[in-house]
């Protein structure tokens, strides 16, 4: 059976006008070209120096009419605000909505009808999205339960995973979890990703990571012997993301807090090739 829950920790902004792709086109990671009803996409927003800002996923509602972007609530405004410098001439609108954005998992689920929804388009496991007017009166899951499966397949959570200014994009895999296209031209930070893909500049990767007991609080070192290796993300009851440097990844004996941590590599994670 389906698991179905709410994220009460997300937000809906819309983009509307005539401009609405090639407006976000030219500032995210992602080919807006492929968004259609039915198929969502993952993308980023950089800063002009090529580091992560914010992530989101876009959808385009049923009418054809807006695209609809499933972010951070607590990043809303500040991506609302961010993007809207941008827009000098182009004909676009941005704005909230009252969407209520819901995961659902597991086998069975019907998608409901004359509302977006779409496969998450990570990585097949993930389950799917969808955006309700409201929030669904019964979920068969909670937040908690989404977190928890989230964290089992390595898959970041914005602001909780990533540092503002400071994360690369294939630091935290955008680039093995469909959150990059290397076809669609230019955007915002593009120089710096594909300069770290083609010089194979990645240093460190956001992996998950497991403890017989609640693991420390993001930010905590994860050291190796008295050498530090890698630092704390998000987590839950044992289960983790961590920042870890790559050449760390199958180290044991890793140490956060003073309690021993282990590393699972994802089937979907591999390590980029080293440049020729």
């Not at 970041?156 to 990533?162: E, Q, T």
């Not at 990767?205 to 630092?231: F, N, Q």
């Not at 998000?234 to 807090?257: K, P, Q």
Request: net charge neutral; aromatic share 8%.
């Amino acid at each position: 059976m389906a698991r179905t829950a709410h994220l009460p920790d997300r937000s809906v902004l819309s983009v509307t006008g005539a401009d609405r792709v090639s407006f976000l086109q030219g500032l995210v990671s992602n080919d807006m070209t492929t968004v259609a009803p039915g198929r969502a996409v993952w993308t980023a927003f950089l800063s002009a120096q090529g580091k992560w800002l914010a992530d989101f996923f876009v959808f385009a509602d049923p009418e054809g009419e807006r695209l609809l972007l499933d972010c951070t609530a607590s990043q809303a405004d500040m991506l609302r605000q961010r993007l809207s410098r941008y827009r000098l001439r182009a004909q676009v609108e941005l704005g909230e909505t009252g969407y209520a954005v819901h995961a659902a998992w597991g086998e069975g689920f019907t998608a409901p009808e004359g509302y977006p929804a779409a496969p998450d388009p990570r990585v097949a496991g993930a389950g799917w999205r969808f955006l309700l007017g409201h929030p669904m009166p019964h979920p068969t899951a909670d937040d908690v339960e989404y977190d928890r499966h989230r964290l089992a397949l390595g898959l970041p959570d914005g602001p909780r995973d990533c540092e503002s200014d400071r994360t690369l994009l294939l630091e935290a895999n955008f680039d093995q979890l469909n959150g990059i296209s290397w076809t669609k031209g230019c955007y915002m930070g593009q120089e710096l990703t594909a300069r770290t893909r083609y010089r194979g500049l990645v240093r460190r990767h956001l992996v998950p990571v497991s403890a017989r007991h609640d693991l420390p609080v993001p930010g905590t070192p994860i050291m190796a012997g008295e050498k530090t290796v890698g630092e704390m993300r998000s987590s839950r009851d044992g289960a983790g993301l961590a920042m870890i440097r790559s050449e760390h990844l199958h180290d044991t004996g890793l140490v956060a807090a003073g309690h021993a941590v282990q590393v699972h590599l994802p089937q979907w994670f591999s390590l980029p090739a080293k440049p020729q």
